[in-house]
């Protein structure tokens, strides 16, 4: 069974840095792009940044370009989401999800693609 799980959330200051992690089991990631979506409080859930199952193709939203940075390391099963100039605006939970199995050199941030998600990680940006 496909499985996701979060890690690396937390309370941190504005202009701070978080590194959050999202181990997975139950399938092969060599097939999978992965994807961070976040939901803030009385907000839809929305992309953050999608990585391509090779990790050669990789999409930021315009709000967190610049300042996030996703990457995978299919050997350990983890996605990584680099997280730095943290701002208020940036509180809220962070999701993995996964798209497929598929081949695909692209990735998207559509929700509606990814089909497997995890429990989600509370990122708190505030002094």
């Known amino acids: 069974q496909l499985q996701l799980v979060e890690s690396g959330g937390g309370l941190v200051q504005p202009g701070g840095s978080l590194t959050l992690s999202c181990a997975y089991s139950g399938f092969t990631m060599d097939y999978y792009n992965m994807a961070w979506f976040r939901q803030a409080p009385g907000k839809e859930r929305e992309g953050v940044s999608c990585?391509?199952?090779?990790?050669?193709?990789?999409n930021y939203a315009d709000s967190v370009k610049g300042r996030f940075t996703i990457s995978r390391d299919n050997a350990k099963n983890t996605v990584y989401l680099q997280m730095n100039s943290l701002k208020p605006e940036d509180t809220a939970i962070y999701y993995c999800a996964a798209e497929g199995p598929l081949v695909q050199a692209m990735c998207f941030m559509t929700r509606t693609f990814f089909g497997s998600w995890g429990q989600g990680t509370q990122v708190t940006v505030s002094s």
């Open positions: 990585i391509s199952s090779s990790g050669g193709h990789s």
